[in-house]
Antibody, heavy 123, light 109 residues
Framework: EVQLLESGGALGQPGGSLRLSCAAS????????MSWVRQAPGKGLEWVAA????????YYADSVKGRFTISRDNSKNTLYLQMNSLRAEDTAVYYC????????????????WGQGTLVTVSS | EIVLTQSPGTLSLSPGERATLSCRAS???????LAWYQQKPGQAPRLLIY???SRATGIPDRFSGSGSGTDFTLTISRLDPEDFAVYYC??????????FGQGTKLEIK
């Protein structure tokens, strides 16, 4: 059974850093493209970043480029999102999601999602 | 950049009725990458449709997707009480990146 479990959400300071983790089970993350998607309180979904399964290439939304870094540890089957230079507008629930295939962008949609972890940026 | 505009913003219907949700792209896009998601309060999104018209595993056949070019539609043939939720369409854009529509809230009338 595929499961995704996010952690690391917390209260962060403007300009500060946080690292989110997404522990995967039931599949091998290096075989699939993985994404982080966020949702600000009461708002819609915003894609943040992705890493391809095929070659580990990374992709970012313009809103986080240069500040956030997506990575994975294959030995731990865990996905990460390093968040630096935090801003108030980064406040959101962050979901990790599994694509249906190895390539990004994918043809099969984001078929599995974690339960989300809340990041609040405030002084 | 491609923009996905969903309409209506809110749709009020009764159980048993037919729901038609629209997703319009600002320019022609590949239907192969068009997906639909359902999200209920306090829950993560759930994939309903990929490739514009293919149902994801376990999705009831009352859900169907169609469209091409700039206009895509999610249809729920007979609304079940559990179908009242927010629905998002998603496509890939330049860079590349994923883009979501702003969502349609389907509420009980």
């Amino acid at each position: 059974e595929v499961q995704l479990l996010e952690s690391g959400g917390a209260l962060g300071q403007p300009g500060g850093s946080l690292r989110l983790s997404c522990a995967a089970s039931g599949f091998t993350i290096s075989s699939y493209a993985m994404s982080w998607v966020r949702q600000a309180p009461g708002k819609g979904l915003e894609w943040v970043a992705a890493i391809s399964g095929s070659d580990g290439s990374t992709y970012y939304a313009d809103s986080v480029k240069g500040r956030f870094t997506i990575s994975r540890d294959n030995s731990k089957n865990t996905l990460y999102l390093q968040m630096n230079s935090l801003r108030a507008e980064d406040t959101a629930v962050y979901y990790c999601a599994k694509d249906g295939g190895s390539y990004f962008p994918g043809l099969l949609g984001l078929g599995y999602w974690g339960q989300g972890t809340l990041v609040t940026v405030s002084s | 950049e491609i923009v996905l505009t969903q309409s209506p913003g809110t749709l009020s219907l009764s159980p048993g009725e037919r729901a038609t949700l629209s997703c319009r792209a600002s320019e022609s896009v590949s239907s192969s990458y068009l997906a639909w998601y359902q999200q209920k309060p306090g829950q993560a999104p759930r994939l309903l449709i990929y490739g514009a018209s293919s149902r994801a595993t376990g999705i009831p056949d009352r859900f169907s997707g169609s469209g091409s070019g700039t206009d895509f539609t999610l249809t729920i043939s007979r609304l079940d009480p559990e179908d009242f939720a927010v629905y998002y369409c998603q496509q890939y854009g330049y860079s590349p990146q994923y883009i979501f529509g702003q969502g349609t809230k389907l509420e009980i009338k």
